[in-house]
């Protein structure tokens, strides 16, 4: 009930350029608050900085959220994360095995991808900003796929088959849209812990990656705000989401 309540306008499409590019659209057109688009493909799926999501018709759920927050953009501080957290739970009321996180907000599920995060903002994020939360998680994706998939990645089929879809994409925004309506005033310290038990590379090898450096160590989990604590060398480096990437050493 509080989802309905919460939900503004719900768009279900066969085939879009890309939900998370509609939504901000419209966000930017001073709509869109609520608003979630669902679309069964996308042709021009985005991942972050300039990557694209593979969302062949039928492969999987892509949908996006658009969210107005009366504040700065601070309020956003850790949100990928706490999605990442929010999708976790969905998919644990459908009880799925083996669900991890990838810093800053993929889900993994046995060493591979399942589903990706792209947060996106509008506004002129002092005094109000808006973000799209957009959400592609792997369900009947053909292999076939994997020639655009730079990295591994699972269907959620080969992992726990019969969910059904409607079922999954209502629980996804069961958590997905209180969240929302919260986090300004839960901030990600109400998420860090269930993040942290979740991680997949705490205490790891890692490699943080940026266009042009390439940093190694320990990962040592997230700090209050999201940031990734990275040791080496004796000492810490932080890592904010949206400019490099986490992979295995
Ligand atoms: P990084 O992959 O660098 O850690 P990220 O995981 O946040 O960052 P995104 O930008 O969210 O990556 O997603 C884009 C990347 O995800 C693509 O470059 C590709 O490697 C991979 N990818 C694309 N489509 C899919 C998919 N359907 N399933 C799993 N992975 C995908």
């Known amino acids: 009930p509080r989802t309905q309540a919460l939900l503004g306008e719900l768009i279900l499409l066969d085939r879009v350029d890309s939900t998370n590019a509609q939504i901000l659209a419209r966000l930017e057109k001073g709509r869109g608050h609520g608003a979630v688009m669902f679309a069964e493909q996308q042709t021009a799926g985005r991942g972050r900085r300039g990557r694209s999501w593979a969302s062949p018709f039928g492969g999987g759920i892509n949908f996006s959220i658009g969210w107005q927050f009366n504040g700065g953009v601070q309020l956003l501080e850790g949100l990928s994360l706490a999605v990442g957290v929010a999708l976790t739970r969905a998919l644990a009321e459908f009880g799925v095995p083996d669900i991890r996180l990838k810093w800053p907000n993929d889900v993994w599920c046995r060493g591979r991808k399942l589903a990706g995060v792209l947060l996106e903002l509008s506004g002129d994020l002092t005094d109000r900003c808006a973000v799209v939360v957009g959400v592609g998680l792997n369900v009947g994706l053909p292999e076939a796929s994997s020639e ?8 959620l089929n080969r992992v726990h088959p019969g969910i059904g879809r409607n079922d999954l994409a209502a629980s996804l925004l069961n958590q997905l849209l209180p969240l929302l309506e919260t986090y300004p005033v839960e901030g990600f310290a109400a998420y860090r812990e269930a993040w942290q038990q979740l991680d ?3 205490g790891r090898s890692v490699r943080i990656v940026s266009a042009r450096q390439e940093w190694t160590g320990v990962d040592r989990g997230v700090d209050d705000t999201g940031a990734l604590i990275l040791e080496a060398d004796g000492g810490v480096k932080r890592f904010y989401g949206g400019e490099v990437s986490l992979r295995e050493a």
């Open 148 to 155: 655009n998939i730079d990295q591994p990645w699972i269907d």
């Open 200 to 202: 997949q590379f705490s």
